[in-house]
C-alpha cells in the first residue's frame, strides 16, 4: 500500500463493558458504511441477530466472546473493526486483539458510566499505548448523564476526557448533538437515523455550548502552537482543532468524548467522523519486533510496502472451509501465491486464499499491504505466530500467558464425541492460549483448564454447537500447588545391589523457599563429591520431583535446590541413579521443609446501589474473602476484595439474589497465597479419600 | 532484619500518642497545607499499627482506590529499603489483612455516612478496625455536633481516630491552641494536633506537635519528614 494510501487506513477496537451497547454500535456502523443492508438488534425479535456476533452462542447470550474483525469504508477511509470481548474471563482475547489495533473506541453507558471492567479493558489499552476516544453511549436512556460519565473518565480512568459534542435533549428527548468544533446542532433523521442534518445551535443551549467549547480549545491548544495563536487572534479554523485534538489523542494526551444512542441512530455518524479525524493511522504508530537472528534485538517496522513482510496471526477461528487466520501486516505485502516463514516453526507456509473479512461473509483479495488486517484460508499456524519473508527472522515480541487457575474433567458420552471432542480441544487450544487440554494418565480422564468458570463453560458449549461433542462435566477443580516455607536438609543414599548391575548415588544438600520463579537448581559440590556428569542427572531428578508434592499431590513451586555433598561409585553409579538419589532426596527435605497448600486467589469487584454494601461484603467476608477497600459515589458502590477461587462457584447466583439483581461483578486471577490450615487439612483429606476410592 | 526491629526503630516511636497502643477513643489531627505530606504522615501512622497487629480502616476522601494502594506500597517499600527485612513477603501479605480502605467522594462522604458504614462492618463482624485514618477530612463542612459525635463512637466502640485536614495559606485564623483554619473553631474536640510545616533552609518538614492531651511532658516535640521521600526521620 502507498504511505498516501495508508493514511487513510484505521485499526480501531470497539470496546467496553459488557451491555453497554457495543454490538448495537457495531452493527450501527456497518450499516451507515453500507456494509449491511438492514439493522437487526442483539436478540432481536427476527431471530437474525446482529452481525459482528458470528457464533450461534454468542447470539444466544447476546456477548461478543471472539474478536472478529469486519472492514468497511467511511469517506475514503478504510476501516477494519477488532470487535473485542466484554468480558474479563476472556482477557486474552481482549489482549491479544489489543495488540494489533492503532486505536480504539471505548464505550460506555450513560446510566452505568465507568464500570470495572472499562477500567481493566481501560489498563490493557494503556499497557499497549492505544489512543482512545470515548463514546457515551444509551443517552436515550431514563438516568442518563454524560457529563457525569465524563467526570468519571476522568477521575476513574485517569484520562483526559474532552467533550467534543454536548446534547441536545436527554432521556426520551433525545434529539441530537451539538458539535463543539463547527458550532452546529447536528440531528439525525429518516428511518433510520441516515441523513443528518445542520442547523443553529438552538438558544438555549448556546451559552453551553460556548462554555464546553472554551474548554475544549483550551485543552486542544495544548498541542498545537498554531491553535493557540489563532485563540489569541480571533477564530481558530475547524482543520486547526481537529489537527491539535488529533495530536493530542495520538499521544494519549487527550480523549475526546462523544456522545449519542446507537439504538436510537444518533450520533453514530460524528462518531465514525471522529474515527477518521482522531485515530491514529498504522503510520503514526511504532511497531517493534525482535530480530531472533540477533538475540531478539528490537527492531522498528517500517509500515513500508517495499520491505520484507512481517505479519501477526492474532485470531484463528475455524470457518465453513477450513481454518481461517486473522493477520495484521505490519511491514511489507502479502500476495497470493507468496511462499512466507512461519518464524516459530521455521516452516514455509504458500498463501492461498487471502480474504477481507465482513463477520460472515469474506470478499476475495490478490493483495493486502502494510498495516491492513485481512485472513487466510487453509495454513496451519497457532495464535500468535508470526510470519515473516524468507530474508527475515522476526518475531512480534511474545505475549504474556498467564497460568491457569481452574479445571474440570471432560467425559465424551460415546465414541462419536470423543472423536469430535479431540478435535475441538485441538482447535480451541491453538486459539487461545490460555485454554489448556491434558489427559490425567491416573484417572485416564480429558481435563481442561483455563482462566475462569465462564472461560471453560464458553468452550464446553461450543464442543457441542460446533462439534457435536456431548460431554460429560466433572466438577469444577481449583489449581492448587504446594510449596514450602522453611529450609531444610537432606542427605539420601540410593543403592541397589541385588543382582544385575547395581545402582549406588548419595545427594547431600538442602533446599528453601524461593522468593520468585518456580524452580533453581544450584550446584555447590565441590571436589567432585558428585562427578560432573551426573550433576545434571541430580537437576533431572529434582524437577521431576516438582510435578507431585508430597502432601497433597499438587504441582509443586517456589523451591531453590542446593547440592553441596555426596558421593559416588566407580562402577555402580549412573545418571538413573543419581536422578532416583535426588527425588529420595527431595522427599526426605520437602517434608520437613513445612510444605503448604497454595491456592489461587482472585481479584473480585462488585459494583452495584449502596444500599446494598453491607450486604456485599458480608457475602464476600463468608467466602474467606478480604476486602481490599470500597468506593462510594453517590448511590453507587463498588467493593474490591481478593476471595479464593474455590469460595467463588455459584457466586453469581448469590449475589443475585442478594441485591435483585442491581449488582454485578468481575473476577481476574491475582496470585497464589497459602491455604489456611483448618481449610488445608480438609482438602488433603479429600485427596486421600479419593485415591483411596481409586484402589 | 526482624519485624520486631522495625517497630522498635520506627521514628514514630518518639512521639507519645502515636505510639500510644492502649488508650482509646482519641481523636488526633493532622494538619498541612496541600502537597506537604498529610496522607504520607497518616500512612506511617497506620503501617505502624498495622505491624502491630492492629486493624485500621484507611478512610479516603477524593482519592481513588488504587491511589491509596500504591501510597502504603510505597512508603512500606521506603521502610524496609535497604533493611534486608526477614519473611518479608509473608509480612507483607498479614498486613494487609489488617487494612480495610473506603474512598468516597467528596459530595457523597458525611460523619453520619462514616458511622453508618462503620457499624455495618462491625455488626455482620466483616471487620473491627482498632484505629480510623481519615484523609482529606473537610472542617469546614463538619459542624462541632457531629465531630463531638463522633468522639462518642470511638469511646464506644473502643477505636482511636486520626484526621488530616488542609489548612489554607490565605486564611490565618488560629484558635488559642495555634489550630489553624478551617479547624480553628473545633480545637477543644481533638486531643493531639500535629502541624506540619516545611522548613526549606533546612530541607525538611517539621512535624510539629502543638497540642497532646496524653503527653504529660512537653507538646512542641518535634520530628522531621523528608521533604523528598516524605518519610519521618530518627
Known sequence: MKKKDLEMFRNIGISAHIDSGKTTLTERILFYTQRIHAIHEVRGKDGVGATMDSMELEKERGITIQSAATYCNWKGYDINIIDTPGHVDFTIEVERALRVLDGAVLILCSVGGVQSQSITVTRQMTRYNVPRIAFINKCDRTGAN??????????KLGMNAVMMQIPIGLEGDMEGVVDLVTMKAIY?????????????????????????????????SMFSDELLEAILEGEPTVEMINDAVRRGTIALEMAPVFIGSAYKNKGVQPLLNAVANYLPSPLDIKNIALDLDNDEQEVVLSSNEEDPLVSLAFKLEDGRYGQLTYVRNYQGSLKKGDTIINSRTGKKVKVGRLVRMHSDEMEEIAESGAGDIVALFGIDCASGDTFTAKQINYSMSSMHVPAAVISLAIIPVDNKAQNNMSKALNRFTKEDPTFRSFVDHETNETIISGMGELHLEVYIERMKREYDAEVEVGAPQV???ETITRRAEFNYTHKKQSGGSGQFGRVGGYMEPLEEGEYEFVDKIVGGS???EFISSCD?????????????????????CVINDGASHAVDSSDVAFQLASVGAFKEGYLKAGPVLMEPIMKVAVEGPSEFQGGIMGSLNQRRGIIVGTLEENDYTAVESEVPLSEMFGYSTVLRSLTQGKAEFTMEFASYRQVPKSVSEEIIEEVRKKEKEKK | MQKQDLINNNPLRALSPAGELQSVG????????AGVGKTAILVQIALDKMLRGKNILHVSIGQSLDKTKVWYDDIFNSIVEGKKLENMVSIREDMIRHRMIMTFNAETFSVPKLEERLRDLVDQNIFRPDCLLVDGFDCAKTSAEELSDMRDLMASMEMNIWISARSHRDDDRVSNSGVPAPCHELDSLFDTVILLEPKPEEKSIALNVIKDTASAGEPGKILNLDPATLMLKA
Do not use: C, W
Open chain 1, 146 to 155: 454524560p457529563y457525569r460519565v465524563a467526570k468519571q473518565i476522568r477521575e
Open chain 1, 188 to 220: 439525525f433523521d429518516g428511518d433510520n437515523g441516515e441523513i443528518m442534518r445542520e442547523e443553529e445551535i438552538p438558544e438555549h443551549l448556546r451559552d453551553e455550548a460556548d462554555e464546553r467549547r472554551e474548554e475544549l480549545l483550551d485543552n486542544a
Open chain 1, 479 to 481: 489449581a492448587y500447588r
Open chain 1, 530 to 532: 558428585i562427578p560432573r
Open chain 1, 540 to 560: 533431572k531428578g529434582f524437577s521431576k520431583s516438582m510435578a507431585k508434592g508430597a502432601l497433597a499431590g499438587f504441582p509443586v513451586t517456589g523451591i531453590r
Open chain 2, 26 to 33: 482519641r481523636v488526633s489531627l493532622v494538619m498541612a497545607r
